[in-house]
């Protein structure tokens, strides 16, 4: 039986090979990847986050603990989700204007990728022009923003403001996500979907690609 609590404790230790260890361990088991990502990593990322708000994990070790859950989705990766590769058609995905937070958004990519879209990360802090350039350059069906601060989440506004103000929204689909984002904020600003997770956004995409 895989013990999920301690790929926490080991990610919220900062104990990095041994996490990546735990990881290759519970594989070598049979379980799960999605398991080990979502009752492991993901459980233990929610962890640092609680620590991070009582102050008792600062900001490079917080970093730290990023790095090595991105490690251990690395490992993960090819075995996530993998269910068919005929193209479905093009999405632009970034974490928004002002915004650094990129694991939960690389997460959708990831998945999103594995379902047959053909994926354009932007990366973070990408200003509403940029997305409008890009969709307009890759020809991109769906577009999807991430945002983890409440502070950034007017930023997705903006974003679908231009998208609009560009002429190209009857073009795009646009799909938002990120910890603080909901449903009714989804509709507030005039977005096609909002998902609460990567498997969801993922099947969320591909309905909305057909
Ligand atoms: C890791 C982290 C950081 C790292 C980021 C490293 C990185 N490369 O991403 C660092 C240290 C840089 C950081 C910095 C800061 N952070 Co921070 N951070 C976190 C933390 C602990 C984890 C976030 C995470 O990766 N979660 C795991 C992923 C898998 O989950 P997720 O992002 O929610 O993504 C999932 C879903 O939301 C969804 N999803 C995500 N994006 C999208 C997009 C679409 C389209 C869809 C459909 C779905 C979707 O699917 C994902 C996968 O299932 C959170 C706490 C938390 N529990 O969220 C705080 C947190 C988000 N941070 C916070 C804060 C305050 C900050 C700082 C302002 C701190 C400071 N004083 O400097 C800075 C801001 C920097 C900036 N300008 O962005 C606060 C935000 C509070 C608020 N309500 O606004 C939080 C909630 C911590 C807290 N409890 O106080 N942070």
Not at 3 to 10: G, K, S
Not at 16 to 29: F, H, I, S, T
Request: charged share 20%.
């Amino acid at each position: 039986m895989t013990d999920y609590n301690a790929i926490q404790e080991t990610l919220v230790n900062l104990d990095e090979a041994r996490l990546l260890q735990l990881v290759n361990d519970a594989l070598e088991q049979g379980t799960p990847a999605g398991d080990i990502l979502n009752k492991g990593l993901i459980a233990g990322m929610d962890i640092v986050g609680e620590k991070m708000e009582n102050e008792d994990m600062f900001i490079p070790e917080v970093l730290m603990a990023a790095q090595a859950m991105g490690k251990g989705v690395e490992i993960l990766k090819p075995l996530l989700g993998a269910e068919d590769t005929a193209a479905r058609g093009c999405a632009v995905i970034g974490t928004v204007k002002g915004d650094l937070h990129d694991i939960g958004k690389n997460l959708v990519a990831m998945m999103m990728g594995s379902a047959g879209l053909e994926i354009h990360n932007l990366g973070v802090d990408v200003a509403p022009g940029t997305f409008v350039e890009e969709v307009k350059k890759k020809k991109a069906g769906i577009v999807c923003l991430s945002a983890l601060l409440t502070t950034t989440m007017p930023a997705m506004r903006d974003t679908v403001n231009a998208i609009v103000e560009a002429g190209i929204r009857d073009q795009v689909k646009i799909m938002v996500g990120g910890a603080p984002v909901t449903q009714a904020f989804a509709d507030e600003i005039g977005a096609d979907g909002y998902a609460a997770d990567a498997g969801s956004a993922s099947k969320m995409a591909k309905a909305l690609s057909v």
